[in-house]
């Protein structure tokens, strides 16, 4: 199993199905404040809830699709970061974040995020990483900046979310970009 060490006694680390308990105490937290920034099922209440959402992504990781990462600040379940999607034989991911408001602010889903297309660039060797946010989403916006990427576009009324529409902002950032960036070396031939 790994964890690999974030920033103030943070840690990221694969969220799997035996972290159902955990994860569920994490969405009580955490629900109200992400809810109009991810999808509904991934908010699912309660430890079945949480099961079943935690297997849905070990079942797509099992057929080399999305994955899904925690964030433990202090030993507590505080956010995550994930690939929604991954299309490896088209050469592209997509990759999202959330955090309770208490793990706001310190920068762990931009270095946790830099962990995720690192592995894109370099080990599976992908072209192409997006990162997608309602357009009011400042904060999620800031991230995508952070990792280099650029606004590519906006998908009008693209995200419902309680009876309204919302914009949807494009981001993404290319392989050579980020490794010429971040200094990382081209993924091998055989990947």
């Not at 920033?7 to 109200?32: I, N, S, T």
């Not at 949480?50 to 507590?76: C, K, P, S, V």
């Not at 310190?106 to 995720?116: E, F, H, I, N």
Request: proline content about 4%.
């Amino acid at each position: 199993m790994f964890s690999l060490p974030l920033r103030d006694g943070a840690r990221l680390a694969a969220l799997e199905v035996w972290h159902a308990e955990e994860f569920a105490e994490h969405m009580d937290r955490a629900r109200e404040h992400i809810r109009p920034w991810v999808g509904p099922a991934f908010v699912a209440g309660g430890v079945d809830g949480a099961r079943a959402t935690l297997r849905r992504y070990a079942e797509a990781q099992a057929a080399d699709g999305a994955r899904l990462y925690g964030i433990w600040r202090d030993g507590t379940l505080s956010g995550g970061v994930l690939f929604t999607d991954v299309q490896a034989a088209a050469g592209w991911c997509e990759v999202g974040c959330w955090l309770e408001p208490s793990a706001e602010g310190r920068g762990l889903v931009t270095q946790a995020c830099r962990v995720l297309l690192d592995w894109a660039f370099t080990a599976r060797g992908l072209h192409r990483a997006e990162w997608h946010c309602r357009a009011d989403n400042d904060r999620s916006a800031a991230v995508a900046a952070r990792l280099g990427m650029t606004l590519e576009g906006v998908r009008r009324e693209a995200w419902p979310y309680e009876g309204v529409r919302y914009d949807k902002q494009v981001w993404a950032v290319l392989a050579p970009e980020w490794r010429a960036a971040n200094r990382c070396p081209a993924a091998p031939a055989n990947h």
